[in-house]
């Protein structure tokens, strides 16, 4: 009777093992087959589009140290900008408080840079990918665009975008490694699993509002507010 209970136990425990195994391994297949052949590291391969998708991060870590994941994207988007296979650019990131604000900060590298101010479109209710992503299409009115991040981000980003029925490509930023890159990968294991139920759930962005044409001349506020409704 006792050895009987012991196997069930052990059945049970390698079940919830599996289950556990299969719930973080599926999310990266789907993941990565979604991205498959959208990802470019060489900006000579990527086709053009209008417009270009900027993921945000912080520029700066907790202890104040430079943040290579912004640096490196904000290089990959100011090269894909030069070399003319984006002529717009939106930099969508978070700013939930105040003091942090990774639009802003994204812009600002952008133009130090040598991207014009006015071909920058700031979205400051990018407070996840998946709202960076779906905002471009419902705000922004883009169906085809470039998503530029690392290549890991970039993948989960077009497993979104082709989820809502966009048809976009991935630059794929410098990779950064050592303890900080591994500790980001880690986490992205986890936000794989958390974008899938999200999908299948249907989940929306947290803010909406007013829709944003792109290339229209518009006033400066205009351009550092849109499409946020509060």
């Not at 779906?134 to 077009?158: P, Y």
């Amino acid at each position: 009777m006792i050895v009987t209970t012991k196997r069930k136990c052990c059945v049970a425990l390698l079940g919830v093992m599996a289950l556990a195994v299969g719930s973080c391994l599926l999310p990266r297949v789907w993941v990565e087959e979604a991205a498959r052949g959208r990802t470019f590291d060489a900006v000579e391969e990527i086709p053009t589009h209008e417009v270009a998708l900027v993921l945000g991060c912080a520029r700066h870590l907790p202890d104040g140290r430079t943040n290579l994941f912004f640096q490196r994207r904000m290089a990959a988007a100011a090269a894909l900008f030069q070399a003319g296979k984006a002529r717009y650019l939106i930099v969508s990131g978070d700013n939930h408080r105040r003091g942090y604000d990774e639009p802003t900060d994204m812009k600002e590298e952008l133009v130090r840079r040598g991207v014009p101010e006015s071909r920058i479109y700031c979205d400051y209710a990018g407070f996840r990918t998946l709202d960076s992503v779906v905002r471009a299409k419902k705000i922004f009115g883009q169906t085809q665009i470039i998503i530029v991040s690392q290549e890991f981000h970039n993948q989960r980003a077009i497993y979104i975008a082709r989820q809502n029925g966009m048809d976009v490509v991935g630059f794929n930023a410098a990779e950064v490694h050592g303890p900080g890159g591994l500790r980001t990968k880690l986490r992205e294991e986890l936000a794989r699993v958390k974008t899938v139920l999200d999908v299948l759930a249907g989940t929306s962005p947290r803010f909406l509002g007013d829709p944003v044409r792109i290339g229209e001349s518009v006033g400066a506020k205009s351009l550092t507010t849109a499409g946020i409704s509060c």
